[in-house]
């Protein structure tokens, strides 16, 4: 623009930059070009995340939406005295001796009479064979029930029984009259045997409640697993997460932020407590295992380790989330505090700790949400067991063996029967409708301590 | 207060409230306040005045010891309360505060009831005994920030919805209900428009009454309105200090003459 000073130079530049506004020059083409191209990457990059989602939860949920039904047979049992109670006293410890082996046979005579009684033929069926179709969880059922009301015994009732693993797989399209030929386990016939029964209305599939309350099951029943000692063992957990690192990791965070000189010292803290948040879980887990367990003398399995394990997991997210959020609130509110005589304490816990909480809240539930996930650390500690037991209340169940939810989706992907892959898919379902309702949560609070003012 | 004219202004000398004597301040390596000495009389306004970076506003946080509160912060020299040095380390800084009340440039309503901003520091000190006391505080405080008809009907409302010149007012309602002995203003007028401004200047000036107080302003013409005293400083040095109407119609450094007429600064 030196040129600008000299005017005989004026009239010859005029002329050349003339331009119309209607007519894009060749630079602002190009500049449009580039953002319509970046535009269209980022396009490309949302809808793949987005396909890949759908993708997921889809086939989550084909596999996994039939572990919520569950196929029952009805039957009426006699509950013979001959066999349960022979003494005949109704002596509660008596009968508690006869095991399940010996309701096994009541259920086999209760179906072969309950075909005969609804005119279904066995057509060339053992009644061994037909009572293959019954779970082998059933007599456990069975005496379940009995042992819960003696008087029962030399009544015939009306009872629901699960169903075999295979004849379940069998309407829900599992298993086939193909597969059953060649399976050692079900034969074409019972499959036939099955389907007769629908007819009659003796085999039902409905609503499984057992799948959120029951114990985990063995490898050749699965259609008794669920998830009951996973979901408690994971809330335990939850629970020590919660106490422990919830006021750790605010207490380390406003020291920190607030109180603590800023010197090297604290540098290397900051910088290792960024790093703990990278450390992979298993490491974690090897930890707990030399620690808690080896050296502390904790039992293997029980919630409490796995609650320490995931706290120290989860007090970095906690502690960087709650950091950043006291960093947020603006200066001026402490020095509004200040400046009125309160001490750095009542600024801190008065003035900066309330505005700084839906951070802080988000922060923590996150985490939780993460420790709800994790796998690996708990794989050391021996939650992997098998559990059948229920750990008993608080405070005496968190030294108690217990599962949690993802280990035992891991768990139920390693068996050999197919039916497990519905069973683990149904699981993550579980584990995915915590996750949506915590962050939920989050959210929810977030929007209530946000909206005060 | 616009018909005491500059050079009528009472020249009567009061007693001292606070006197800085050597007064150095260092951030890190640099030298922010170079041996200031300065007594700010009881029931004045103070003007400190210069331009932007000249160190007038750290030395208004050295006399509450907001400072403290910077960890790169170091203050020498000496700087007495009523004949008592507050850099001793038998003072706890939070008694401090509660004598020497602060306002600040930004109005920093606390994101609370405006009943709750000004009764937290009566509370934290523990001056009621009971909640009529407070409200009775409250009110009078209010009243002496001349905002109390503006919100007597809504001391619920968020402090955080008043207007710019309404929150400013409600800052110096909330440092006046701790009953200090002295507030300091650092620019408490430069977020607020005219009308806002003359308000606030009319506090001040009532103020005056009861309180000592010191006002950092950039503003010369604000100095000249309100403040009975004015310090002039410059890269850290307190280059002239007296009347108010002195310094503005007979500066004795050069300097001062040069900033007040617009050519430095």
Redesign the interface.
Known sequence: MTDATDPSAQPAAAPQRRSSLLQLDERTRRRNAAEARFRLMGLIAVTIGILAVIGLISSILFNGASSFRQTFITLDVYLDPAKLDKAGTRDPEAISKVTTFGYAPLLQKGLVDTMAAQGIALDGLTAKQAAELISKEAPAQLRRYVMADVSRIGQTVTFDVLAAGRIDGYFKGRVTMESAALDRNVSPEQLMLADRLKEAGMLRTKFNLDFFTAPDASDTRPEAAGLGVAILGSAYMMLVVLVLALPLGVAASIYLEEFA??NRFTDLIEVNISNLAAVPSIVFGILGLAVFINFAGLPQSAPIVGGLVLTLMTLPTIIIATRASLKAV?P????????????KM?SVF??VLP?AMPGILTGTIIGLAQALGETAPLLLIGMVAFVREYPSGPPDGFFEPAAALPVQVYNWTQRGDPAFVERASGAIIVLLVFLVIMNAIAIILRRRFER?? | MYDNPLTKRDAVTKEVKISARGCQVYYGDTHAIKDVDVDIEDKTVTAFIGPSGCGKSTFLRCLNRMNDTIDVCRVEGDIRLDGEDIYDPKVDPVQLRAKVGMVFQKPNPFPKSIYDNVAYGPKIHGMSRNKAELDEIVERALRRGAIWDEVKDRLDAPGTGLSGGQQQRLCIARAVATEPEVLLMDEPCSALDPIATAQVEELIDELREQYSVVIVTHSMQQAARVSQKTAFFHLGNLVEYGETGQIFTNPQDPRTESYITGRIG
């Open positions: 000189p800023k603006p001026s509110i402490r020095d509004a505090a200040l400046g009125v005589g309160a001490s009542q008065h003035h505005l005060r003012w």
